[in-house]
């Protein structure tokens, strides 16, 4: 069963292609697998690999909001915080940096464990929230709005 599927990612990485292979297949045959298999899939990512190659650039809330997810999804299979995607957009004030900073670790923390989205590392990851996005803030002075999720950062957690 899985033979096909390790098949379609050896076809990417085959030396000699003559076409270039980019790192965004690598999605998409994993989508393809997801929904092959009857996993919940979320076309998100596809979309923003798709906007991100025609030029858009992201604004800070939606590098937040990415980070958060990744923060979410440690230690945590995705499609457990897939579910409650619309209920972590609202327990971060939509990806108001402000009013996320006007909170505690362990308002996060709380409402994060009530909709069972925590990890092992929870809380020290909300304990360190206003820290990643001070180092957010900091790329993004650096290397321009937009830039945030094109550089790599060591984030705190």
Known sequence: MYKKWLER?????????????????????????????GMKYVETIDNKVTA???SKTYGFS???QAMVYSLLSAQRP???????????????????AKKILEQTDTYFVDR???????????????????????????????YGRGSVLGISAECRY
């Not at 457990?80 to 108001?96: R, S, T, W």
């Not at 929870?122 to 820290?131: A, E, G, R, T, V």
């Open 9 to 37: 990612l050896k076809e990417i990485d085959e030396p000699g292609c003559v076409r270039v292979r980019r790192e965004s297949e690598y999605l998409f045959v994993m989508r393809d697998y997801f929904v092959e298999h």
């Open 52 to 54: 991100r190659k025609a």
């Open 62 to 64: 939606e590098h937040l």
């Open 78 to 96: 995705w499609a457990e915080v897939v579910k409650h995607l619309d209920e972590i957009d609202g327990i971060f004030f939509g990806y108001d």
């Open 112 to 142: 994060i464990r009530d909709i069972k989205c925590g990890n092992r590392n929870i809380h020290d990851q909300m304990k360190y929230l206003p820290d990643n996005i001070a180092t957010l803030r900091s790329i993004e002075k650096e």
